[in-house]
């Protein structure tokens, strides 16, 4: 779980390479900062938090925040080393592919005070978002000691991890708690000088010193073993050996692939590697956190339990049966002597070490709002005038936004069927961005201009049998493509997140910009006006081929559906072997960015690839009536029947009890299973 949301080594690689090809402003444009009318979790570290678009004091003087300079600053870095950039004249047709935090993988939380409910108690809702799979990656369990004791202070109900000892996620008889991911820059990637006569010595300060080396003996099936020699520098292993995208040594099957010297836009030494420091290869405690969350009684035993949470940093959301609420961030999160994670920084000298850490007591936290609600969607934590760097890239807010006006715009109080509304939400931003100016695009065709008019009274919202939907993904898709793919590396094409609604934002409303312009016509110079004509009429296109001529036949569920592969055998790449382990295809709604997070990558496809892992809603009126669901099933056994006698529920928005009191649990149960010593 630290590695798939341990931060942005991924874009720290992609801006590297993407300086090969683009300018440090062009590089900037497409990774902006988080925008300033969209939601801070903490606008005021402590208790008057005012969780509204657009509150706070943003620095003065500058586009991004915390006043860090753009990429064409930073490229200082490698400019005052001395060191000569390389040029290729030709263009990247294939980058390795690699593991990174992926679409869609982020999460919401909110928390609701007894002011604005029905029953005058809190009420707290969670969905993590994570890569769909089969089985569900969580395991709801109930742990309770009877009688709870000092010695057995147990008394809890939740979700876990499979061989997690304790309740992740969940609440006990005082308590409850969610998790999002705040997604802090942790992980660093450093470029060593490696001594040309000795490939087992780099460079500090001047001075040849020694890798620490270790050999790893690798089983492979069939009796087979295979040895590696890991390099480890002072800043961590060396994964430039190993790791795709930084790679000089490529596969020689493999034609297309180029290695990291030559796809990169940074400046690298005759003889380098790459170490990775992560704040997840240093010891911590997180058991001794989520044990302590799982016995907490009040706000600040749970605060307390949060200082052992390291890795991975998440938003933790709080509600009490007292009616309090609150918010707290834990982790280590570095500070840097200088530069801001967003490239890869010399590590032959100690002008861009880490000096410590944020102090726990310094990290942003909240507790009872005037505002009666607190949201998290990985969107950014901290005031504008913070004065620590927690990351550069969050999510932009979108969904954050949309939890946060639905809260705000509700004319009554809210009740569990209200939180569950919400968290079924397919209100798409980028649609309500794009349509109007597509809407208002002469497109000179009779036949695209009758079929753009089941766009006029949409209402923005991505269900699954809604031929508007279909349209508008399908046209989104590849307007992004049209747009950006003839100016970015293949395996870098739009994925059409949040980071590219924000990108879309500032980019519709010039009429000219390189970015519309085709590098492949010669002859012409592309507008917005063409771009958008094209990508209507590829749409229309499409979905004429794919789902026929008749538009009222049209549905997004038919392009975006679920299917839960199982994490082994289901990816055998035999056919009836994956037949016995997998289910689906389930068509959905919701979709990237959206609340109902139904993420999918658009310049692969329209399959869901991130989904809302478990939906949870805890009512503190009746810990009884809390409600819950997750994506497959509780059992991993195929042809068991919970295996995935869920799916139906959770792609419909609906739940099943979350039983607390003894007597419900008991008189709902199935089976029971007595393990007597």
Sequence with gaps: MAWDLGGNMEEEIQRAI????????????????????????????????????????????????????PISALWSIYRDQGLPLETVSERI??????????????????????????????????????????PSIWFQIGLHCHPKTTECPYELNGFSFAGVPGVVIGHNDRIAWGFTNVGPDVIDLYIEKVNPQNPNQYEVNGKWVDFETRQETIRIAGGKTKTIIVRISRHGPIISDTYGPLKDTIDPKDKTALPF?????????????????????????????????????????????????????????????????????????????????????????????????????????????????????????????YPYLITTDWDYGFRAQRIVTMIEQTNQKVDLATIQKMQGDDYDASAALIVPWLLKTPLNDPHLEEIRNILTNWDYQAKSDSGATALYEVFWAHLLQDTFADNLPKEYSPDG?????????????????????????????????????????????QLEKKQGNNPAKWKWGALHTATFRNQSLGESGVGPIEALFNRGPYQTSGGSAIVNATGWDASKGFEVISVPSMRMIVDFSNLDASITVHTTGESGHAYHPHYVDMAD?????????????????????????????
């Design 18 to 69: 993407l300086l090969r090809t683009l300018d440090p402003q062009q590089v900037d444009f497409l990774f902006p900062p988080y925008p300033q009318d969209h939601p801070l979790i903490v606008p005021k570290i402590g208790g008057d938090l005012l969780n509204r678009a657009g509150f706070g004091d943003p620095i003065s003087g500058t586009d991004h925040p915390n006043g860090l300079p």
């Design 93 to 134: 047709n294939k980058l390795d592919h690699f593991i990174g935090s992926g679409q869609g993988l982020g999460s919401n939380s909110w928390v609701v005070s007894g002011s604005r409910t029905v029953s005058g108690k809190p009420i707290l809702a969670n969905d993590p978002h994570l890569g769909i799979q089969m």
């Design 261 to 385: 010297r030559q796809k990169a836009g940074i400046a690298l030494p005759d003889q380098y590697a790459i170490a990775m420091r992560w704040t997840a290869l240093q010891p911590s405690e997180v058991f001794e956190a989520i044990w302590g969350f799982d016995k907490a009684q009040s706000w600040q035993e749970f605060r307390q339990a949060a200082r052992g949470f390291a890795v991975p940093a998440q938003n933790l959301t709080y509600a009490d049966v007292e009616g309090n609420i609150g918010y707290q961030m834990p982790g280590l999160v570095p500070i840097r002597k200088n530069g801001d994670g967003r490239l890869p920084v010399p590590g032959w000298n100690d002008d861009y070490e880490w000096t410590g850490f944020i102090p726990f007591d310094e990290l942003p936290y909240a507790l009872n709002p005037h505002s009666g609600y607190i949201v998290t969607a990985n969107n950014r934590v901290p005031p504008w005038d």
């Design 497 to 541: 997140g949040d980071r590219w609604f924000i990108v879309m934002r500032s980019l519709i409303d010039q009429e000219s910009s390189f970015w519309w312009d085709d590098q492949s016509t010669s002859d012409q110079i592309e507008t917005r006006e063409d771009i958008l004509k094209r990508a209507f009429a590829e749409a229309v296109r």
């Design 649 to 677: 529920l959770w792609r419909t928005i609906q739940y099943y009890p979350m039983w607390w009191d003894k007597e419900s649990v008991v008189s709902h149960s199935q089976e029971h299973l007595h393990l007597i010593p």
